[in-house]
Nanobody
Framework: QVQFVESGGGLVQPGGSLRLSCAAS????????MSWYRQTPGNERELVAW????????NYESSVKGRFTISRDNAKNTMYLQMNRLKPEDTGVYYC??????????WGQGTQVTVST
């Protein structure tokens, strides 16, 4: 079965850093672009970043560009999101999925990121 398991979230102060991980299984990881999404209560999921199949192309939503770095380790079927200089508006539940802005499979549980003093 296709699975996405997000981890690495937590409570951090503004200006701090977190590194999120997305462990994927049940499909050929290298055949798909991968994306990170963010959701706050009452809102739709927002595309935060996506990465090409081999990791050579990386793109970001404008508000996180320069602060977040998306990467993937195809040998481990894992995608990462390094988040630096975090802001309160980065708060939300972060999800991963295959595809570029259009999720291919069911969502995992996500990982909560809270940026607050």
């Amino acid at each position: 079965q296709v699975q996405f398991v997000e981890s690495g979230g937590g409570l951090v102060q503004p200006g701090g850093s977190l590194r999120l991980s997305c462990a994927a299984s049940g499909f050929t990881f290298t055949s798909y672009e991968m994306s990170w999404y963010r959701q706050t209560p009452g809102n739709e999921r927002e595309l935060v970043a996506w990465i090409g199949r081999l990791g050579g192309i990386r793109n970001y939503e404008s508000s996180v560009k320069g602060r977040f770095t998306i990467s993937r380790d195809n040998a481990k079927n894992t995608m990462y999101l390094q988040m630096n200089r975090l802001k309160p508006e980065d708060t939300g539940v972060y999800y991963c999925n295959a595809g570029r802005g259009a999720p291919v499979w069911y969502w995992g549980q996500g990982t909560q990121v809270t940026v607050s003093t």
